[in-house]
């Protein structure tokens, strides 16, 4: 891209390239990729909806990748733990972003995505958690909450944290960091995945020219959120705020196309 081509970008886009460095920082302070919010901007700013899902992929995968390198570093991964939610995802994300799916149906799901991760956006806090009320789950449960969430989540565009953080806390699956480090990786391999379906999809479309920009844009947000990680602001508060515009954003979806 040439100066002026980056220039009018920038002029004609600042306010999406703002709020995407503002996800980047609030999101991956607590390990997740932003997926949601980005669908959310995006799909106030009449993109086509076949590119929506791919630039949002893109821009997870560029915020949580560092996240992921940080959580290894600190040994927060649990690989048996962890190995059985990530492979039985990875077909399933490749399906659900390969499948061909109508404006409308897209929509619906979205809307209802964003509903939900606006809720636990919403209900989310701090707990502490007693190591000995751990629960072991099968490698069949752990398999399967990674096929479905993964299906969903690359149909809808999404790495599929926002649904499977609360799942895995709700089943004490192991205390909030190893967690919120469990989400940082199946968001990365989901958005791999779900982005190489979607590839693959006769509709697959994208402008690289204000996508490559949006990149850029998340991944200094991304270092400066993984780095900050809740130091300078309280992140309860921003996630209530953020949970405020995804649902803005879902039930105004949901109304034009269900109604």
């Known amino acids: 891209m040439d100066l002026d081509l980056i220039i009018n970008i920038l002029i004609s886009n600042w306010h999406i390239i703002l709020f995407f460095f ?7 302070s607590v390990g997740f990729g932003g997926g949601s919010s980005y669908l959310a901007i995006l799909a106030l700013t009449g993109i086509v909806y076949t590119q929506i899902r791919s630039t949002a992929l893109l821009c ?7 996240n992921v390198f940080l959580f290894q570093k600190h040994k927060l991964y649990q690989w048996n733990k962890v ?20 404006q409308t149906l897209f929509f619906i799901l979205l809307g209802i995505t964003l509903v939900f991760a606006s809720i636990t956006m919403w209900v989310s806090k701090k ?16 398999s399967s909450y990674g096929g479905f969430i993964g299906f969903i989540s690359g149909m809808v565009g999404i790495g599929g944290g926002i649904f499977l953080a609360p799942l895995l806390h709700l089943t004490k699956w192991d205390h909030s ?29 994208i402008d690289w020219n204000l996508t490559t920009v949006l990149l850029v844009t998340v ?30 954003v879902g039930l105004r979806i949901l109304i034009k196309y269900l109604f």
């Not at 707990?127 to 752990?142: A, H, I, V």
């Not at 309280?234 to 996630?239: H, T």
């Open 219 to 248: 991944f200094l947000g991304g270092q400066i959120g993984s780095r900050i990680s809740n130091q300078y602001f309280s992140s309860i508060k921003l996630k209530k705020a953020t949970a405020i515009l995804i649902a803005f």
């Open 60 to 66: 997870n995968i560029v915020v949580v990748i560092g």
């Open 22 to 28: 503002l996800v980047a920082i609030l999101y991956s």
């Open 127 to 142: 707990k502490k958690f007693d190591e000995d009320n751990y629960e072991n789950l099968s490698m069949l449960k752990n």
């Open 177 to 205: 960091k190893k967690i919120a480090a469990t989400a940082s990786i199946f968001i990365l391999v989901n958005s791999i995945s779900g982005l190489l379906g979607q590839y693959y999809n006769p509709n697959f479309s």
């Open 83 to 102: 190995l059985p939610l990530i492979i039985f995802s990875i077909p399933f994300s490749f399906l659900g972003g390969y499948l061909r799916i109508s």
